[in-house]
């Protein structure tokens, strides 16, 4: 069974431009969560997906969204990107609703220069 | 806000050395979860300990759960190189719809 797929694997913005990451789960998982990974602030969490619906966001201002389509395929989207938003951008995908055993992707690293 | 935090931050080992990481919270967990993450990658589940004082096995690592379900040690017997890596505690929350992970412990194994 291939395991979660995260594109694109690297991406470099400029300030203020806005950004779209993609995230394809393992087969039949509906579940799918968003992190943000720096060496500062470690793994936080930005908000969680199941069944097309956010069920959890974590404390990331509004230009952080996100959507899960019927497929359970999710994309988030940062707008006017800041510096601070540099980091390891990473997915992750759970069969059941309780979010219980999480399989992550390679992540996306985002540069923002 | 539940927190994790775990110990020490940085460790650096010989080859065949044995250690222990913990990961400590004020909160319970309903279960609580050991990751591996190798740079450039994402973390890859390790296992998941559900019951206050469970122990699991998994060759060379060893698994402990809290009694109350706060806290959770990974020990290494032997380590080796491969060993390398970033080590995150996760929990999940006693209404099963979040994961707390904690900071990382940042291990190297020197051959």
């Known amino acids: 069974k291939a395991g979660v797929t995260q594109t694109p694997r690297y991406l470099i913005k400029t300030r203020g431009q806005q950004v779209t990451l993609s995230c394809s789960p393992i087969?039949?998982?509906?579940?799918v969560s968003w992190y943000q990974q720096t060496p500062g602030q470690g793994l936080q969490f930005l908000f969680e997906?199941?069944?097309?619906?956010?069920?959890n966001k974590g404390n990331f201002p509004g230009r952080f969204s996100g959507r899960q389509f019927s497929n359970s395929r999710s994309e988030m989207n940062v707008s006017t990107l800041e510096l601070g938003d540099s980091a390891l951008y990473l997915c992750a995908s759970s069969l059941s609703k309780a979010v219980y055993e999480q399989y992550f992707g390679p992540g996306t690293r985002l540069t923002v220069t | 806000t539940q927190l994790l935090e775990q110990s020490p931050q940085f460790l650096s080992i010989q080859e065949g050395e044995n250690l222990t990481v913990y990961c400590n919270s004020s909160?319970?967990?309903?279960?609580l979860q050991w990751y591996r993450q190798e740079p450039g990658e994402g973390p890859v589940l390790l296992v998941t300990v559900v019951t206050g004082g469970e122990v699991k096995k998994l060759k060379r690592l060893t698994f402990q759960f809290g009694d109350a379900r706060k806290d959770s040690s990974l020990h290494i017997t032997a380590a080796q190189p491969g060993d390398t890596g970033l080590y995150l505690c996760a929990g999940v929350s006693t209404s099963y719809d979040k994961v707390i992970f904690g900071p990382g412990t940042s291990l190297s194994v020197i051959p």
């Open positions: 909160s319970v967990f309903s279960s």
């Open positions: 997906y199941f069944s097309e619906t956010q069920r």
């Open positions: 087969s039949g998982h509906r579940s």
